[in-house]
């Protein structure tokens, strides 16, 4: 059993930046994939971003290219989204889950309680 934990969302104004990281419980958290997903008010679950097991390979949504990055560190059981160039569009809840390398939610296994993230204009 995997659990893992969002930290780092808050408010900012657009332009600035924030980290986001997700520490997993558990053993198994370098052998899964591990993905970024976004919800706003009304709107269904976004993917955001998502990094292989060994970091090798990364994806993005053509929306945050150049302004955000994935990252993990398996020996802190940690994965990480860097967010830079905030626009108010990107405001939303983020989760990080684990499970296969896709971008799609049904790829994921396991899935945080979820941060908020708000960008004022």
């Known amino acids: 059993q995997v659990q893992l934990v969002e930290s780092g969302g808050g408010l900012v104004q657009a332009g600035g930046s924030l980290r986001l990281s997700c520490a997993a419980s558990?053993?198994?958290?370098?052998?899964?994939?591990a993905g970024w997903f976004r919800q706003a008010p009304e709107k269904g679950r976004e993917f955001v971003a998502a990094i292989s097991r060994g970091g090798t390979y990364k994806s993005y949504v053509d929306s945050v290219k150049g302004r955000f990055t994935i990252s993990r560190d398996n020996a802190k059981n940690t994965v990480y989204l860097q967010m830079n160039s905030l626009k108010p569009e990107d405001t939303a809840v983020y989760y990080c889950?684990?499970?296969?390398?896709?971008?799609?939610?049904?790829?994921?296994?396991?899935w945080g309680q979820g941060t908020q993230v708000t960008v004022s204009s």
């Open positions: 889950a684990e499970g296969q390398y896709s971008g799609s939610p049904a790829a994921y296994i396991y």
């Open positions: 558990g053993r198994t958290f370098s052998s899964y994939a």
